[in-house]
């Protein structure tokens, strides 16, 4: 992963921040991106999916309601702002200035970084009431932010996800899983890359983590298409 970042920058397609797994892109990464998002968009085109773009922050109360602080508190990434008097805005501005911790002049705003594009769906869905027969397919897009600081540059902080989720029965659900692997597979072999389709787990927290990662592998709830990156092990 070391080598393949230093590639990155020595190329120009990443512009270092000074903190690990958060980049500036170049207009060529973000002309091939966009390549691939067009491309994803026409394979799409016919599912008439709802399409929306979210902001990269949501409201804390949709993290606590969905389990996610539960789940992933190791991940999570929460915004904080300043609400004091003069006195302590000069006090933190010295702090900062000398590098030395401020943070205890700051409060939390009731806003958290988005985790995932999907997260914002489902209280959106449940607010609509009742799901039709047929149900519902929602196509949403965003910078997300997990903090996982890391050297290895397919393993970023701030990173773009392009989402579809399904919503109606659990056959309706089941069968379109089942079809997107064979799509998906499809879709980037058609670009030169043959990827292994494989059971997952999300990276839960502890002890009780460790259980819910097992039942995920165990009954093939979560899929992965993968394939190696610079010589590195499946990605």
Same mark, same amino acid.
């Given at each position: 992963p070391e080598s393949f970042l230093g590639e990155l920058v020595d190329i120009g397609l990443f512009i270092p921040s000074g903190v690990d797994g958060i980049y500036?892109?170049?207009r060529a990464f973000e002309d091939a991106l966009g390549a691939v998002d067009e491309l994803i968009m026409?394979?799409?085109?016919g599912d008439q999916a709802e399409v929306d773009?979210?902001?990269?922050i949501l409201p804390r109360t949709t993290l606590e309601q969905t389990g996610y602080l539960t789940s992933f508190p190791h991940l999570a990434g929460s915004v904080f702002g300043f609400e004091g008097d003069e006195i302590q805005a000069d006090e933190l501005g010295t702090? #900062?200035?000398? @590098?030395? %911790? +401020?943070?205890?002049y700051l409060e939390s705003v009731g806003l958290m970084l988005l985790p995932a594009s999907c997260y914002p769906v489902y209280p959106w869905v449940a607010a609509a009431g009742p799901v039709a027969s047929e149900g519902r397919l929602i196509d949403v897009q965003s910078y997300c932010f997990r903090h996982e600081p890391s050297r290895n540059p397919t393993r970023l902080q701030m990173f773009r996800q392009h989402e579809?989720?399904?919503?109606g029965s659990a056959e309706q659900? #089941?069968?379109? @899983?089942? %079809? +997107?692997v064979?799509?998906?597979t499809e879709?980037?072999?058609s670009i030169g890359l043959e990827t292994e389709t494989v059971p997952a787990s999300d990276p839960f927290f502890g002890r009780v983590g460790r259980m819910l990662s097992a039942n995920q592998l165990e009954q093939g709830l979560k899929l992965e298409l993968v394939l190696p990156i610079a010589g590195e092990r499946p990605t």
């Open positions: 500036g892109r170049s026409r394979e799409t085109a773009q979210i902001p990269p702090r #900062a200035q000398a @590098h030395e %911790d +401020w943070s205890e579809n989720v399904r919503v659900v #089941a069968d379109w @899983h089942r %079809d +997107w064979r799509r998906g879709l980037l072999a």
